[in-house]
């Protein structure tokens, strides 16, 4: 079992930055591919962004192509998610995940609780 605390969510304007971290425990965060997704009010939950197990392959949303960046840190176990030029759409909660196959479509076996980020226009 695998167990994800997303953290570093808040209200910030448009047009401003915010850092998600994804601090995972139970087991080596290097077995898995991470991600990201989120869940809008009144909207599914859809695929952001994802980073496999080495950090070599990179996937993205196109919503987010050149603003968000993922990166990770097996040896501190941790996934980061790296958000500029926010727009009011990027409102969601948002969830990490681990698992392979997760800009595809594959359910995640694992889920974080999730965390709020809301941009103001």
């Known amino acids: 079992q695998v167990q994800l605390v997303e953290s570093g969510g808040g209200l910030v304007q448009a047009g401003g930055s915010l850092r998600l971290s994804c601090a995972a425990s139970?087991?080596?965060?290097?077995?898995?591919?991470m991600g990201w997704f989120r869940q809008a009010p009144g909207k599914e939950r859809e695929f952001v962004i994802a980073i496999s197990r080495n950090g070599n392959r990179k996937d993205y949303a196109d919503s987010v192509k050149g603003r968000f960046a993922i990166s990770r840190d097996n040896a501190k176990n941790t996934v980061f998610l790296e958000m500029n030029s926010l727009k009011p759409e990027d409102t969601a909660v948002y969830y990490c995940a681990a698992g392979d196959g997760l800009a595809y479509g594959v359910p995640p076996p694992y889920w974080g609780q999730g965390t709020q980020v809301t941009v103001s226009s």
């Open positions: 139970g087991r080596p965060l290097s077995r898995y591919a």
